[in-house]
């Protein structure tokens, strides 16, 4: 099946630093892919659309400046979290689907997410 | 907009009885409703969808789940509880023309041995 790789898995840094995270499909191509983030005991809110080859569409109320998004291959989206304080600490989780059009049986896969705890 | 409620935080069920998780939503076209399933510190298992025909949609690990659209619910089952079961559970919906999905809360679903 469809298989979401996620990197890393857990990251802790200081305060100020930028952090990167890879979310790549591993036997398929993702025309789209998903960021979301998680706050404990909570569900999941969506950050932003990434589309291969374009800019990605940021949600109401996320920031394009400090969330970082690339998708830059047809396998691999980048989020960065750049200048990361300890409000940015959180789960951060992707996910990929593939193929052309809105179609709703465009499946999605989900990495296994990224624990960021800022310092 | 679209949105997806389940109205329990969390359900308790002994091994072997059957389970109902709750999950009821709002959309402006056709609801494209989802259930996924998550273990801690991981991403999200797919465990079924609806997305037309049969109301009753079976998926994974003999969950199941009812679409209902007079009462705009999508309640997830499963006949018989397993301890591995434990878990927390998530009900999603995607609008026509949109491919993100908006999750539920989540509900935190025990099974006690």
Request: proline content about 5%; aromatic content about 12%; some cysteine.
């Amino acid at each position: 099946g469809a298989v979401v790789s996620q990197h890393p898995s857990w990251v802790i840094c200081k305060s100020g630093t930028s952090v990167k995270i890879e979310c790549r499909s591993l036997d398929f191509q993702a025309t789209t892919m998903f960021w979301y983030r998680q706050f404990p005991k909570q569900s999941l809110m969506l950050m932003a659309t990434s589309n291969e080859g374009s800019k990605a569409t940021y949600e109401q109320g996320v920031e394009k400046d400090k969330f970082l998004i690339n998708h830059a291959s047809l396998t691999l989206s980048t989020l960065t979290v750049t200048s990361a304080h300890p409000e940015d600490s959180s789960f951060y989780i992707c996910s990929a689907s593939w193929g052309g059009g809105e179609g709703p049986n465009q499946p999605q896969h989900f990495g296994d997410g990224t624990r960021l705890s800022i310092l | 907009a679209q949105s997806v409620a389940q109205p329990e935080d969390q359900v308790n069920v002994a091994e072997g009885n059957p389970l109902t998780v709750k999950c009821t939503y709002s959309v402006s076209g056709n609801p494209y409703l989802f259930w996924y399933v998550q273990y801690p510190n991981r991403g999200l298992q797919f465990l079924l969808k609806y997305i037309t025909g049969d109301n009753l949609v079976k998926g994974s690990y003999g969950f199941e789940a009812e679409f209902n659209k007079s009462q705009t619910s999508f309640h997830l089952k499963k006949p018989s509880a397993l301890v591995s079961d434990s878990a927390l559970y998530f009900c999603a919906v995607r609008d026509t023309g949109r491919r993100a999905l908006t999750f539920g809360s989540g509900t935190r679903l025990q099974v006690q041995p």
